[in-house]
């Protein structure tokens, strides 16, 4: 049982999710637990050195799911468009952030993986005040990530089913929010299209940000770099042919106060 235990826990060392914190948490516990890894890695998670998600891929033998390139996942926190998003943290960085990975059995499908990669180019073209904000991509161990911005907040459909009815200038001001950033991604070319409250974050200060571009369409036009910042959303783009966001926008809307 040594032999596993040190074995189990050697992994998670070379993964860079433990230091030396394992010789200070197996002496700590009773002779007859330190060869026992459930007791052992169970000690590292009460002293806040690994989460549970973590401490049960451990105990699977599944470390290497835990690493992707420079990060390291700590937990689950959502599902998106494309993929489970987790809470993960730059190793060099220490800066946490929300990782999309994409599905090891959607990564096989060449469609699927182009989605993804559009995806990824889409995020690449915003920084706005009202869209989470895209920190890295890329390809480990054959699995595409999207690595973002980790706001902590509430989505609005969660906030109106804590709350309830929200007063209508509150309401108003998270439209406007969510019309800015949209706004401001349409000048660049890119389309949402799957606008709605669980899409939407609510973070400290009251700010909505806008989430998931899982969906985004890269409009086929040229558009340029620089454009002068603009406060309103058109009903409909000049090109008739191009959808448009407004239906599930207003239904957005309508939902914070009904």
Request: glycine share 6%; proline share 7%; hydrophobic share 45%.
């Amino acid at each position: 049982m040594t032999v596993k235990v040190d074995s189990l826990l050697e992994q998670a060392v070379q993964a860079g999710l433990l230091h030396d914190d394992i010789i200070a948490a197996r002496t700590s516990l009773p002779a007859n637990k330190q060869d026992s890894p459930k007791e052992v890695v169970t000690e590292l998670v009460r002293r806040g050195k690994l989460t549970r998600f973590q401490a049960t891929h451990i105990l699977k033998g599944r470390v290497k799911a835990l690493v992707l390139g420079n990060y390291i996942v700590l937990e689950p926190i959502g599902q998106g468009g494309m993929g489970m998003v987790f809470r993960a943290r730059h190793t060099l960085m220490d800066r946490t952030a929300a990782v999309k990975l994409l599905p090891a059995t959607l990564s096989k499908n060449p469609d699927d993986v182009k989605r993804f990669l559009r995806e990824m180019k889409a995020a690449a073209k915003l920084e706005h005040p009202n869209i989470v904000q895209a920190y890295d991509a890329a390809c480990a161990n054959g699995r595409y990530f999207l690595a973002m911005e980790c706001v902590a907040g509430q989505t609005l459909d969660k906030v109106v089913k804590q709350r309830g009815q929200l007063p209508v200038s509150l309401a108003v001001d998270f439209v406007l929010q969510a019309a800015r950033g949209l706004a401001y991604a349409h000048q660049r070319g890119i389309i949402h299209r799957d606008i709605k409250p669980s899409n939407l974050i609510l973070g400290p200060r009251n700010r909505v940000q806008i989430l998931d571009m899982g969906l985004a369409r890269i409009v086929a036009a040229s558009i340029p770099a620089w454009a002068p910042p603009i406060s309103w959303l058109p009903s409909k783009p000049s090109n008739s042919r191009r959808p448009t966001p407004a239906p599930t926008f207003t239904a957005s809307a309508a939902h914070c106060i009904s």
